[in-house]
T-cell receptor
Framework: DAGVTQSPTHLIKTRGQHVTLRCSPI?????VSWYQQVLGQGPQFIFQYYEKEERGRGNFPDRFSARQFPNYSSELNVNALLLGDSALYLCASSLALQNTGELFFGEGSRLTVL | AQSVTQLGSHVSVSEGALVLLRCNYS??????LFWYVQYPNQGLQLLLK??????LVKGINGFEAEFKKSETSFHLTKPSAHMSDAAEYFCAVSDTGGFKTIFGAGTRLFVKA
């Protein structure tokens, strides 16, 4: 069975541009979460979606948005990119709404903002 | 608010030596606690989790962790390090509402031959 897949794996943008990152969860998983991992730090929670609804949001500006589609795949959008948005963006899927169990992570999308 | 603190950003051990990675948590309610491992250029993989069943939790690859409420600790151990254990390790706690998992800053483990 396929794990969590993310695309693109690497991308380079310039300040002020917009980026869309995509995630396909494990088959049967209805919850998708997004995390930002800056070099040398732990992942920081951005969003959780369950059954196509936003269930949780981290401390990120409104430039960050996401959505979940009927097939449970998800997109993370970041507008007006800043240098500080350079990071590894991780998508994780899970079976349930509440994170009392395992999160299954993709390999991430590494964003570089110049 | 829940949080985790990992003591030591880098730990270096010799192959065959004991591995001890420290994690302390802050939580006002019984927490769900996790250890994840991240190999270079990969996502995170669950090593083990504590969900209030047994205080000593066994995970994959020979790792285990002990939940100590009195010390608010959840340290990760392995009796004998292997070269393949070299990676970044993250302690994490599930927040009260259960909507997000909060990660520590990570500890990079180096294993010397």
């Amino acid at each position: 069975d396929a794990g969590v897949t993310q695309s693109p794996t690497h991308l380079i943008k310039t300040r002020g541009q917009h980026v869309t990152l995509r995630c396909s969860p494990i088959s049967g998983h209805k919850s998708v979460s997004w995390y930002q991992q800056v070099l040398g730090q732990g992942p920081q929670f951005i969003f959780q979606y369950y059954e196509k609804e936003e269930r949780g949001r981290g401390n990120f500006p409104d430039r960050f948005s996401a959505r979940q589609f009927p097939n449970y795949s998800s997109e993370l959008n970041v507008n007006a990119l800043l240098l500080g948005d350079s990071a590894l963006y991780l998508c994780a899927s899970s079976l349930a709404l509440q994170n009392t169990g395992e999160l299954f992570f993709g390999e991430g999308s590494r964003l570089t903002v110049l | 608010a829940q949080s985790v603190t990992q003591l030591g950003s880098h730990v270096s051990v010799s192959e065959g030596a004991l591995v001890l990675l420290r994690c302390n948590y802050s939580s006002s309610v019984p927490p769900y606690l996790f250890w994840y491992v991240q190999y270079p250029n990969q996502g995170l993989q669950l090593l083990l989790k504590y969900t209030s069943a047994a205080t000593l939790v066994k995970g994959i690859n020979g790792f285990e962790a002990e939940f100590k409420k009195s010390e608010t600790s959840f340290h990760l151990t392995k009796p004998s390090a292997h070269m393949s254990d070299a990676a970044e390790y993250f302690c994490a706690v599930s927040d009260t509402g259960g909507f997000k998992t909060i990660f520590g800053a990570g500890t990079r483990l180096f294993v010397k031959a």
